[in-house]
């Protein structure tokens, strides 16, 4: 099983940055794919993004491209979430998620198996 834990969550104007941790513990933060999803209110968790278990694959949802970049540090069990040029459509609750095995494809929720508590982040226009 694996413990993890996001941080980094807060309020930013538009055009602005955060990054995102997710500190895992537990077993093996090494072997599980990982990944970024959100939930604005009254809508579905969606995908942002995610990372295979060597970090040689990504994906990112088209909303993100060329302004999120996930990463992990295997050695510090962490996963980051770098969002750049923040949009207000960017306010949600954003998770990270562990998958035994996510890729080839990352995006499908039903294949991630532990899920943080959520870290709000509201970007203001």
């Known amino acids: 099983q694996v413990q993890l834990v996001e941080s980094g969550g807060g309020l930013v104007q538009a055009g602005g940055s955060l990054r995102l941790s997710c500190a895992a513990s537990g077993r093996t933060f090494s072997s599980y794919d990982m990944g970024w999803f959100r939930q604005a209110p009254g809508k579905e968790r969606d995908i942002v993004a995610a990372?295979?278990?060597?970090?040689?694959?990504?994906y990112y949802a088209d909303s993100v491209k060329d302004r999120f970049t996930i990463s992990r540090h295997n050695a510090k069990n962490t996963l980051y979430l770098q969002m750049n040029r923040l949009k207000p459509e960017d306010t949600a609750v954003y998770y990270c998620?562990?998958?035994?095995?996510?890729?080839?494809?990352?995006?499908?929720?039903?294949?991630?198996?532990?899920w943080g508590q959520g870290t709000q982040v509201t970007v203001s226009s």
């Open positions: 990372i295979s278990w060597n970090g040689d694959n990504t």
């Open positions: 998620a562990a998958s035994a095995g996510s890729f080839p494809t990352g995006w499908e929720k039903d294949l991630y198996d532990y």
